[in-house]
């Protein structure tokens, strides 16, 4: 296991679960954005539990591969479908920040494979 991999891999997780946390707190900043973009309040719990579950998805993907597989492929849809979602609602200026939580997942997975 390449040291890259796992730091990147380590530090995905928590970038993504801090983006959950702020979900299941209710950050004023994530209010106002999901509520700008149309997001149903009923959504939100289950919106944070996907990020949950990815980032703990891509920490055991450390140790089971096909899990972290897994979990990338699930953030990769998450963090596209919250792309399309900005897109839906006219909120160009705000395309980059999904863009930002999903990039270091991707990275952690080039490497993971790399490494393989």
Avoid: C, Q
Wanted: cysteine-free; hydrophobic content about 65%; proline content about 5%.
């Amino acid at each position: 296991m390449n040291t890259a991999f796992v730091i990147v891999t380590i530090l995905a997780a928590a970038w993504v679960g801090y983006s959950a946390a702020a979900v299941f707190f209710r950050a004023g900043w994530v209010v106002e954005a999901l509520t700008d973009y149309g997001v149903p309040e009923s959504w939100w719990p289950w919106l944070g539990a996907a990020k949950a579950a990815g980032a703990a998805g891509l920490l055991v993907g450390l140790f089971v591969p096909v899990i972290g597989v897994l979990a990338t492929i699930g953030l990769f849809l998450y963090f596209a479908g919250a792309v399309i979602a900005v897109i839906r609602a006219r909120s160009y200026a705000h395309i980059p920040f999904p863009l930002l939580y999903l990039a270091p997942v991707l990275v952690a997975a080039a490497l993971g494979y790399a490494a393989a």
